[in-house]
């Protein structure tokens, strides 16, 4: 099991995920984390491989997501918005990569 993290920020008024491409693998976390301390969600479309779709945070704080054991291998598609101090939403359209677990696991 890793623990991955995803970092947002505003950057020319548009939502700068790293990394945009994450591979990941059944059982690990990712933690995802704005660095201007805005509120943020992300929602997976339109399956998760995650144990819920939608995850938000308030101001300042950090979204804790775990791959979940049975996430069928395939990438996964999700978007972040981002709410500014002007009450502005910014989004971007990244992706998580779960590859095939390895046999005998």
């Given amino acids: 099991m890793s ?12 939502v700068e995920c790293k990394p945009r491409r994450l591979i990941a693998r059944h059982k690990d ?6 660095e201007d301390g805005f509120p943020f969600a992300v929602h997976f479309h339109p399956r998760s491989p995650a144990e819920k779709i939608r995850f938000r945070s308030g101001r300042g704080n950090k979204v804790k997501v775990n791959i979940q054991e049975n996430a069928i291998p395939d990438r996964y598609e ?21 590859p ?6």
């Fill in 29 to 34: 976390s990712i933690e995802f984390q704005c």
């Fill in 78 to 98: 999700y978007f972040i918005a981002v709410c500014d101090k002007d009450m502005n939403i910014w989004m971007d359209d990244p992706d998580i990569i779960i």
């Fill in 3 to 14: 623990n991955h993290i995803v970092t947002v920020k505003l950057e020319d008024d548009q």
């Fill in 100 to 105: 095939p677990k390895p046999p005998g696991t």
